[in-house]
């Protein structure tokens, strides 16, 4: 018993000290070859803690990807910490679990809606602002997600229209119902904006939206000259 004990011990200490003496290109170049798709820049650093200055898949270019092994989340099956400056700046937890399935942890990002929209490739139409994403956990794949709890801030919203930015704050909560990620707005906002969208795998979304700002402020104005006359002259509906 006590042998079999050493053996184990002996086994863990060398594969921490494979771990933390291992430059990062080899665990990079093993990423790069199980991903043609994914374009890496200049690695530095070691395999437990490194940094990559650029990396790109498909049109989705991101700057300063940072790792590190954390122990304290390998107890919770996300033993990779990662940060990135842009497009979006963020800090998570990260894991495999069964098959593809990416496991997310203590997610905390921030971005702009028009670099946002870019990403997307969907026109920014003059807008911007910040956006906030807080997630608690989430298991996503290439069929969807399966889980997922947390919440998406909308920080500030800047436009040409008049009385866009009295729209934010509006904080909205996050879940997945049928593989699809949904978002419920919280109607406690300065114009009750209220309603349902969700996020198709094809990227495409639907759901609708109402907001009730008040009569003769300027988003009131803004919406009937766009939307025409409010419905009980009060409620503007948005469905897509």
Same mark, same amino acid.
């Given at each position: ?51 990559? %200055?650029?990396?790109?898949?498909? %049109? ?71 956006? %906030? ?108």
């Amino acid at each position: 018993m006590r042998r079999s004990l050493w053996v184990v011990c002996g086994t863990v200490f060398f594969l921490v000290c494979l771990l933390m003496t291992s430059p990062a290109w080899l665990v990079t170049d093993i990423l790069a070859k199980q991903v043609p798709e994914l374009k890496l820049g200049t690695v530095t650093g070691r395999a437990w803690r490194g940094q990559i %200055d650029h990396v790109q898949f498909g %049109d989705v270019h991101a700057s300063q990807l940072q790792w590190r092994f954390s122990p304290v989340g390998l107890f919770r099956g996300v033993p990779l910490a990662i940060s990135i400056a842009s497009p979006v700046k963020a800090t998570a937890l990260l894991g495999l679990a069964a098959g593809d399935t990416l496991k997310l942890r203590d997610v905390e990002a921030h971005g702009k809606i028009a670099e946002l929209m870019g990403i997307a490739q969907l026109p920014s139409m003059g807008f911007d602002g910040g956006v %906030d994403l807080v997630l608690a956990s989430a298991r996503l794949s290439s069929r969807g997600c399966s889980s997922i709890e947390g919440t998406l801030i909308l920080a500030s919203l800047l436009g040409d229209i008049d009385g866009i930015s009295t729209i934010a704050p509006v904080s909205a909560e996050l879940s997945c119902v049928n593989g699809l990620l949904t978002v419920l707005m919280d109607e406690n906002n300065p114009n009750r904006v209220r309603g349902q969208v969700q996020l198709m795998n094809s990227g495409r979304a639907s759901g609708n939206l109402t907001l009730s700002p008040a009569p003769g402020s300027e988003l009131f104005k803004s919406l009937t000259l766009f939307l025409g006359a409010p419905r009980n002259n009060a409620d503007f509906v948005l469905r897509f």
